[in-house]
């Protein structure tokens, strides 16, 4: 999908009368489809991007979702945090500040019955720091924050902190992240798992060093 305009974070523009759609492509609620905001700065991952991402994700659990719990700290669309829920992680945590783009998470949480699924609204720095500070934790980490406003280098640190053991956080940007040398220090702690890229999509498996978890 054609990347749009990045906009301030929760500022996702006028949301325009017709929806998007996403398609979930496995678990319980494969093939359904689910009404998106279509507001600037929202970008739904793409299928072929979301299919190889769950794969790495299957190798590293085992398939054995109904152990993991999972939070979509920009959640926007919902792409991630459902096709997580449809393939039966044990809670997802999906959260974003734009109030339209909560409300149409909800619905679509009530539409898919989605008992495992928790929509929150608010600042994702702000409230992954409260959940660290409570010692709430997950195994999987959705990030794809808005584009072009250095979100990664913030929010990879505070996802260190909300990592159980062996968790790993998925992360979606408009560039690759650097690998060997050269490496900023917000990245040092992390290993790349995978990595890929697909159209203007570069997308990533990290997970902490060993003697950095």
Known sequence: MQRKPAKPQGQHGRPRLAPQQVRIIGGEW????????DALGLRPTPDRVR???FNWINHQVGS????????????????LGFEAASRGAR??????FHGPAARQLELNKETLKAQNVSVLRG??????????????????????????????AKA?????????????????AEFALPDGKDMPEWLLPWEQVRADKAGMVYYHLLKLHENKA
């Open 30 to 37: 494969k093939r359904r489809l689910l009404p998106v905001l």
């Open 51 to 53: 299919e190889t991402v």
């Open 64 to 79: 054995d979702w109904n152990s993991v719990d999972s939070l979509d700290l920009f959640a926007g669309s919902g792409a």
């Open 91 to 96: 809670s997802v945590v999906m959260l974003d």
């Open 123 to 152: 600042d994702a720095f702000v409230v992954a720091r409260d959940m660290a500070a409570r010692g709430q934790r997950f195994d999987v980490i959705f990030l794809d924050p808005p584009y072009q406003q250095d979100f990664i």
């Open 156 to 172: 990879l640190p505070l996802c260190a902190d909300l990592l159980n053991e062996g968790g790993m956080v998925y992360v979606e």
